[in-house]
């Protein structure tokens, strides 16, 4: 997976994340209370719950999810085996990850370094990314008003621990007045669909089918 982050302009009160205590957990959920600040928080075999207008440097788990409520903030999103949301105008500085699990971002929320999962769904609502997506095996879903930069990688499976053998095709829609500056390049075959209204960038390695109307 590229791990590459491009020069990030949000500006997260980073002074406040390192002054928050870090918390490590094994099966349990963790939280962050609304409005406070935390460095790394993390778990195994639990839920990570960031409350609205929180700050945390880092939100970790394998085994379950980690969900960035409406407002809040982090230095960075990642999980094996579960789903990540960012809620309305969530902000993250760096990568957002997850290993098989869906990744959500809702209305105006933004992720300043590279989005990726192996498996599992990727979907912008009126979002923005800024270093880029990247999948194996999951569709990606690039709603209406959103923005990428950096690209789509939809990459082969590969041998080792992110060797998966899904051959289905991945789907990838670029939905009504979307944007993604960057290549779109696919190591797999895929299907790629492409709203009338949609500015997108060079495409590598797949056919470009056009939609009119809000979905294909």
């Known amino acids: 997976m590229r791990r590459t982050l491009l020069a990030l302009t949000l500006c997260l009160p980073l002074a406040a994340l390192a002054a928050g205590g870090s918390t490590d957990k094994i099966n349990g959920d963790v939280s962050v209370g609304s409005g406070q600040h935390a460095g790394d928080v993390g778990t195994v075999n639990g839920d990570v719950h960031i409350a609205s207008h929180a700050s945390v440097r880092k939100a970790s788990t394998v085994n379950g999810d980690v969900e960035l409520a409406g407002q809040a903030q982090a230095g960075e999103l990642d999980t094996v085996n579960g789903a990540i949301h960012l809620g ?5 500085e760096g990568q957002v990850e997850a290993v098989n699990g869906a990744i959500r971002l809702a ?17 912008l609502d009126r979002a ?3 270093a880029g997506l990247e999948t194996v095996s999951g569709d990606i879903t690039v709603g209406a008003g959103s923005h990428v930069e950096g690209g789509i990688l939809v990459d082969q499976p590969h041998h080792g621990w992110f060797h998966t053998e899904n051959t289905r095709k991945p789907v990838i829609v670029i939905g009504p007045h979307a944007v ?4 779109l390049a696919f190591h797999r075959p895929v299907v790629l669909k492409v709203s009338d209204s949609a500015q997108i960038g060079p495409v590598q390695g797949a056919t470009v089918e056009k939609f009119s109307g809000a979905a294909p």
Do not use: K
Request: charged share 15%.
């Open 88 to 92: 309305d105008g969530a902000r993250v």
């Open 107 to 123: 209305p105006g929320a933004e992720a300043g370094g590279h989005v990726s999962n192996v498996n599992g769904t990727i979907e």
């Open 128 to 130: 923005h990314a800024a």
């Open 180 to 183: 993604v500056q960057g290549t």
